[in-house]
C-alpha cells in the first residue's frame, strides 16, 4: 500500500523537494536523504514511488521536455506537410514571415507556444539544461539541435533537388540549427520573464528565418 499522507500527495511533495534540492546542488550531489527530510517522509516512501534518484529526477523532468517535443513536433509536421504540397510556397511563407514585423504565425507562434509554457515552468527547463549531469538528459540541448538539424536538412535537400541545385553542406545545416536551437535557450536564460522574452520574439524569429533563408537566395 502506498505511504499514508493525510495533507497531500507524498508524491508530489517528494517531487518538490527534489526540484529544490537538485536546483540547489545538481543531480550529482543532490542527496536522497534530505530530500526526504524535507519532504518528511522516510527513504522506504521514496522508493515506493521512484526506483532511484535517477527515476525522480526524471518525473519532473520528463513532461516538461516531451510537452515542449510535441509543440515542436507539431510545428514540424506543418512544415513538412507545407513541403511536400509546394516547396517553393513554404520556401516564400518562411521569407513572408521573416519581413513581417508582426507576424503571428508559423515559427514566431511556435516560439512563443514554447516560451510561455517554458516560463511557467521555469524551474524544470533550468534543471533540464544546468542541472542535469549525470543524467539522460545531460545532452537534450544537443538532441533537439540534432533534430532540428534532420528537419532543416530535409527541407533543403528537397528544395534543392527541386531546383537543380548542388547540396547544401551538412556541417552548414548543423550550424544553423545549432544557433536556433542555443538563441532560443540563451533567450530563455536571459531574460527572467515570459513577458520580456516576448519583446524580442519578432526580431530574434525574423532574424533566424532570414538568415536561414539566405541560404536559398540564389535559387
Not at 509536421?77 to 513572408?96: F, G, P, S, W
Not at 536571459?190 to 536561414?212: D, Q
Request: glycine share 4%.
Amino acid at each position: 500500500m502506498p505511504p499514508k499522507d493525510s495533507d497531500g500527495s507524498t508524491k508530489e511533495k517528494l517531487q518538490e523537494a527534489a526540484k529544490k534540492e537538485f536546483m540547489q546542488k545538481g543531480f550529482l550531489k543532490a542527496s536522497l536523504r534530505t530530500i526526504c527530510k524535507n519532504a518528511g517522509v522516510t527513504t522506504g516512501a521514496l522508493y515506493f514511488f521512484f526506483r532511484d534518484k535517477e527515476d525522480l529526477f526524471d518525473s519532473i523532468v520528463r513532461p516538461v521536455i516531451e510537452h515542449v517535443a510535441q509543440i515542436l513536433t507539431e510545428h514540424f509536421k506543418h512544415e513538412d506537410t507545407q513541403l511536400n504540397r509546394n516547396a517553393n510556397a513554404l520556401m516564400q511563407t518562411l521569407i513572408h514571415d521573416a519581413n513581417e514585423k508582426d507576424n503571428a504565425k508559423g515559427d514566431l507562434s511556435t516560439a512563443s507556444a514554447i516560451y510561455r509554457y517554458l516560463y511557467s515552468n521555469y524551474d524544470e527547463f533550468i534543471l533540464a539544461i544546468q542541472k542535469s549531469q549525470g543524467t539522460k538528459w545531460e545532452n537534450c540541448i544537443k538532441s533537439f539541435v540534432d533534430w532540428n538539424f534532420e528537419h532543416l536538412k530535409s527541407i533543403a535537400d528537397y528544395y534543392c533537388k527541386a531546383h537543380g541545385k548542388e547540396e547544401i553542406k551538412p556541417f552548414v545545416l548543423r550550424m544553423v540549427a545549432h544557433s536556433q536551437i542555443n538563441c532560443f535557450v540563451n533567450t530563455a536564460l536571459n531574460f527572467p520573464t515570459f513577458e520580456e522574452a516576448e519583446k524580442h520574439l519578432p526580431a530574434m524569429v525574423r532574424y533566424l528565418v532570414g538568415g536561414w533563408c539566405t541560404l536559398f537566395d540564389d535559387f
